[in-house]
C-alpha cells in the first residue's frame, strides 16, 4: 500500500507541482527563462513574473480540469463525459477544483468548447476537431485516466479519446492523449523503457490509413529525439515532456521543462505527472511540495484513488 500511495501520489502531484511551478514563467520565451538553479515557486526578484495577481504555488487550469477529471472518475466508476463535462463547466463558471475558486489562464479551444456545452451540445461533439485546434489542453489533464483505469490497453485508449474530445476532438489530441496515457500506464508498472512500450501498443492498436495512423506516424512521429519548444500546440508539449525526461531527477525535468519557455505551466505539468511517477512523492523536492496550495482539494480524491487502485 505505502508503495502504491508514493507512486500515485508522485503521479498525481508531480503534475500539480509541474503546473505551480510554471506559472510564473508562463508566456516567457526561452531566452528570458531563468538559469536552471533560479527556477523556483518564487521567481528571482528581477524576473517578470505572469499572473502576478496569482500567488505562489497556485496551479493553473491545468491542474483544476485534472481534478475534475479524477472526481468523475471516481465518483461515476467510470469514464462519464456528460459527468466530466459538467465538471469542467462548474470549474469554467463557479472555480470547482480551482485554488480559492479562481479561474485564470483558460484556453482558446477550451473556451470555445465549454460555450459549446454550455449551449446543450453533446459533450463528444463540443471540441472542435480542425486542424488548427490541436492546443494541449485535453493532454494537460488527462493523466488521473491513466492512474484510475483498471481496463486494458484497448479500453484506455479509447477512455483517453473520449476524454479529449469534450474540448478537443481532432485526431492529433486524441491521439497524444492515448499515447501519453500509455507511457503513464508503464511507468506506473516499472516497464524500463516505457516510452517505447506504450508506442508499441498504440501501434498495434490504430489502424492503417486512418485519421490516428496519419496523426501518430506523421504529426507525432513518436520515434523522433529531441526536438520540444515547449509551445502550446499537443504534439509539441507532449514531445518536450519526452524529452526532459532524459534528466535523472523530478527537479531537473521540470526545471528543464520550464526552461523551454512559452507554455510554462502545461509543459512542467504533463513532463511532472511523468517525471512524479517515475520518481514516486518523495522524489518531488519537499519544499515544492510544501509550498503547493490547495491540498486541501487534493488529499481526499488521493486516499480514494490510493484504494481504488489497490482495491
Known amino acids: 500500500m505505502k508503495a502504491a500511495r508514493d507512486t500515485l501520489a508522485g503521479g498525481l502531484f508531480g503534475l500539480l507541482v509541474g503546473d505551480a511551478l510554471g506559472v510564473p514563467y508562463e508566456f516567457h520565451p526561452r531566452p528570458q527563462i531563468p538559469e536552471p538553479h533560479l527556477i523556483e515557486m518564487q521567481p528571482p526578484d528581477t524576473f517578470r513574473r505572469a499572473h502576478r495577481g496569482v500567488p505562489v504555488g497556485t496551479w493553473s487550469d491545468d491542474g483544476a480540469q485534472a481534478l475534475c477529471l479524477l472526481a468523475s472518475l471516481l465518483d461515476r466508476g467510470r469514464l462519464d463525459p456528460v459527468d466530466f463535462a459538467g465538471r469542467l463547466v462548474a470549474w469554467y463558471e463557479e472555480g470547482y477544483m480551482a485554488v480559492d475558486g479562481e479561474v485564470f489562464d483558460v484556453g482558446v479551444q477550451t473556451s470555445v468548447a465549454l460555450r459549446a456545452l454550455m449551449g446543450g451540445i453533446d459533450p463528444l461533439s463540443a471540441g472542435p476537431a480542425d486542424v488548427r485546434s490541436n492546443g494541449n489542453g485535453s493532454l494537460m489533464r488527462v493523466l488521473p485516466l491513466a492512474l484510475w483505469h483498471r481496463g486494458t490497453d484497448t479500453e484506455l485508449v479509447a477512455d483517453a479519446y473520449i476524454q479529449s474530445r469534450v474540448t478537443h476532438g481532432h485526431a492529433r489530441s486524441r491521439v497524444c492523449c492515448a499515447l501519453y496515457c500509455l507511457w503513464a500506464r508503464r511507468t506506473l508498472e516499472g516497464d524500463p523503457a516505457p516510452w517505447e512500450s506504450a508506442v508499441a501498443v498504440l501501434r498495434s492498436l490504430i489502424k492503417a490509413g486512418s485519421d490516428e495512423h496519419e496523426a501518430l506516424e506523421f504529426h507525432v512521429r513518436p520515434d523522433l529525439d529531441g526536438d520540444g519548444r515547449g509551445s502550446g500546440y499537443v504534439v509539441d508539449t507532449l514531445r518536450s515532456a519526452r524529452m526532459v525526461m532524459a534528466h535523472s531527477s523530478y527537479e531537473a525535468s521540470v526545471r528543464a521543462a520550464i526552461g523551454l519557455g512559452d507554455d510554462t505551466d502545461t509543459t512542467a505539468?504533463?513532463?511532472?505527472?511523468?517525471?512524479?511517477?517515475?520518481?514516486?512523492?518523495?522524489?518531488?523536492?519537499?519544499?515544492?511540495?510544501?509550498?503547493?496550495?490547495?491540498?486541501e482539494l487534493v488529499l481526499p480524491l488521493l486516499d480514494r484513488l490510493v484504494a481504488h487502485h489497490t482495491a
Open 269 to 295: 505539468c504533463v513532463a511532472g505527472g511523468i517525471a512524479g511517477l517515475r520518481h514516486g512523492y518523495e522524489g518531488i523536492p519537499e519544499r515544492w511540495r510544501d509550498a503547493l496550495r490547495g491540498r
